[in-house]
């Protein structure tokens, strides 16, 4: 009798082991990287809300640092052991896709429209959409006002177009100790970045929706006219500097002007700086505020066996108030035009309004098949500008031509 039971106890305990493993070969595990030092603040509760309502999913989410998280996804990607779902500039989406990396991420037209303008532009190429925007960034003008009163200027008036501020930065040159203006000039995708919020503030684009390029525009060549006029009121070498090296000397005083992101304005006030900000000065061919859209993007990857998944997580910790939640933890500009929201944020804090107004008229960050050699002929572009090794027309026409190989 009792070795009976012996025996039967042995089997029950070897079936609950073998059903205990099955279930957990069962959980499928979505693996995920989010750049950055640390999750993003939100997402550990989304992923188990996400998870509650998918059983036989789990997420698995692994940190990594900005300066090593896109050639991680990359590498993985191309070794053919890719990560599910995987944060990365939206820059990088058409190259991905077209290696066959990605797999495409539609929007409905409800979707679509809960963005602000052109936001769904920076994942999309031939008419589909590659990746969930999930982090977004505009720039304004910041200006000093002790620097602007001191070289003669009304403090509380920012320059509206190119003209005037080129006029006051040759004033706070002239008449201060500072520069007028923090040029951006560095081998850093920065620079790039930087003179496209010139290029979208004079209604200037680089390639048009067929692919064609249109950087060798009037728009685009008074862009780079601009440049060079304002070169001599810059800080002393501007191609040793990228754009935090730039706002550091800002805040200390160094320069009267700069194009930044908000956390500029955050950083002023620790430094104690009297300061300003409106939107991005306009060119002659300005349509309205205009700034360069920048989105970061969730990418799917291709061959995990868990796309349909991805998909559903990516949208779901991207949607609505999460979103939301998630840009104010960061400072980031926000997607979407939510109400009441984006009323109450300009309402408590009004240095965001020119971050949100330049939307109307920026455009998105060009998707070409290799952005690194986009990003480098711009680079080379600007600095052969800055430093006086070309001339506008000529700098643009070498760009132009260089650009068809990359597109």
């Known amino acids: 009798m009792n070795k009976t039971i012996g025996l039967v106890t042995v089997s029950l305990l070897a079936l609950t082991s073998a059903t205990t493993g099955a279930f ?26 996400w998870e509650a309502e998918n059983p036989g999913f789990k997420v698995a989410p692994e940190v990594v640092g900005w300066g090593q998280c896109q050639d991680k996804v990359t590498t993985l990607a191309a070794a053919g052991t890719p990560v599910a779902l995987a944060y990365v500039g939206s820059r990088t989406l058409k190259q991905f896709a077209m290696n066959d990396l990605i797999v495409p991420v539609p929007m409905t037209d409800e979707e679509k429209a809960s ?31 002790d620097l602007f009163e ?55 684009s680089v390639i048009d929706a067929d692919g064609n390029i249109t950087l060798n525009s009037p728009q685009n060549l008074a862009a780079l006219e601009a440049i060079k006029e304002i070169v001599p009121y810059s800080e002393e070498g501007p191609t040793a500097y990228e754009q935090n090296e730039v706002r550091a000397i800002w805040l200390d005083g160094g320069v009267a002007m700069i194009e930044a992101s908000v956390n500029a304005g955050i950083l002023a006030d620790e430094a104690g700086m009297n300061w300003g900000v409106a939107p991005l000065p306009g060119g002659p061919d300005s349509q ?22 991805a998909i559903s997580l990516a949208k779901y910790i ?7 939640a998630a840009e104010m933890a960061q400072g980031l500009t926000p997607l979407r035009p939510l109400q009441p929201q984006t009323d ?58 260089e650009l068809e190989q990359y597109k």
């Open 318 to 324: 991207t949607d609505g108030e999460r979103q939301w």
């Open 344 to 401: 109450e944020l300009v309402a408590e804090k009004p240095y965001w309004k020119p971050f949100l107004d330049g939307i109307e008229f920026g455009g998105p960050e060009p998707l070409f098949t290799d952005y690194i050699g986009l990003q480098n002929v711009m680079i080379e572009m600007v600095q052969s500008v800055v430093t006086g090794a070309a001339e506008p027309q000529a700098a643009l026409e070498t760009a132009a031509a």
């Open 288 to 309: 309205g505020p205009g700034t360069l859209l920048i989105t970061d993007a969730l990418a799917v990857f291709k061959g995990t066996g868990v796309e349909e998944q």
């Open 24 to 49: 957990a070969q069962d959980v499928k595990e979505i693996s995920f990287i989010n750049c950055g030092d640390e999750l993003t603040a939100g997402y550990a509760e989304y992923f188990a809300e």
């Open 150 to 204: 001191e070289a003669g200027l009304d403090p509380e008036t920012p320059p509206k177009t190119w003209a005037e501020k080129i006029a006051f930065a040759k004033q706070v040159t002239d008449n201060t100790d500072a520069a007028g203006y923090g040029l951006v000039a560095k081998t850093f995708d920065n620079t790039m970045h930087q003179f496209l919020h010139w290029v979208y503030t004079n209604n200037g």
């Open 115 to 145: 963005y602000y303008n052109y936001v769904p532009d920076t994942v999309t190429f031939d008419g589909t959409q590659w990746g969930v925007p999930v982090a977004f960034s505009t720039k304004a003008l910041f200006w000093n006002k």
